[in-house]
């Protein structure tokens, strides 16, 4: 026997409230329009500036594709010999006197244009930016009592393009005071190349797999509808969730262990893409 309800009104209320939740901003639209004549003409106006607001309120939802897909991504990743570093290091000096200080660290880079010179860096492959100035607390006083000084410091970035001279480079800097924060990151000068090849055989890599997931449902893989390079989930968060791609090596400090470049580095590609099927 079916037990009446204590309260109908309330489970009514219930039940359209879950049915509400399923009635996306695009649906309201249409449905609102044809319920507009049976609502009170006092509060016509007011339901009318949310009838016009809903394309704007659902212009960041994503429906779902009206026929049958499949979403899959690829990769494609080489291993290749780098053949150009970027080297970054700080330079400074520090004195009572800014003049000196100055001084000293003019002739710092004097001398490191010339070690730079000699190991077949190129003045175009030289960056060093403007000198910084500061005043910085003592811990002990000076001779001359002075309790603070000037601290002056130069950011330099250096393109080595002769990989064969950079073990020798490396032990000279590194020997050299004053001389601090050395990184180095390796690549190639093709590297655009490289990406286009990888970004092909991803491309490759997606569809194949999309034809065996296709095929593993008795289904045909049909034409691409949606690409992305990277994680689906950005252009269609409410359908799709990816993986993101493999980030870019950050600049690996130099020590005595790793004065010569790696005999390879990593190259990858990652693509995303939605297919429709047959």
Known sequence: MQLPCRAPGRRARQILGHAAIRVGPRMMRRILPLLLPLIRPSIRPLILPLILAMPAAGAGATDLPGY????????????????????????????ASAETAAAAIGELGAALAALLAENGVAESDIDNGEVTKKTVKLTNPA?????????????????????????????ALMARDHVDSLSVSFDRTDKEQVTRELMTQAARDARANGT???????RQLGPAVAIARGPLDKVAPAIFEGAGGTPPAAPRPVTASNYRAPPAIPFAQSVNAVFRLK
């Open 68 to 95: 049958p897909f499949v979403s899959t991504g690829g990769k494609a990743q080489i291993w290749l010999q780098p053949d150009i570093a970027e080297l970054r290091f700080d330079t400074g000096a520090q004195h």
């Open 143 to 171: 001779a001359d009592g002075a309790t603070e000084a000037w601290t002056l410091e130069r950011r330099y970035r250096v393109v080595v393009r002769d990989l064969a001279r950079w073990p020798d480079l490396a032990a």
């Open 212 to 218: 065996l997931l296709a095929q593993s449902f008795g």
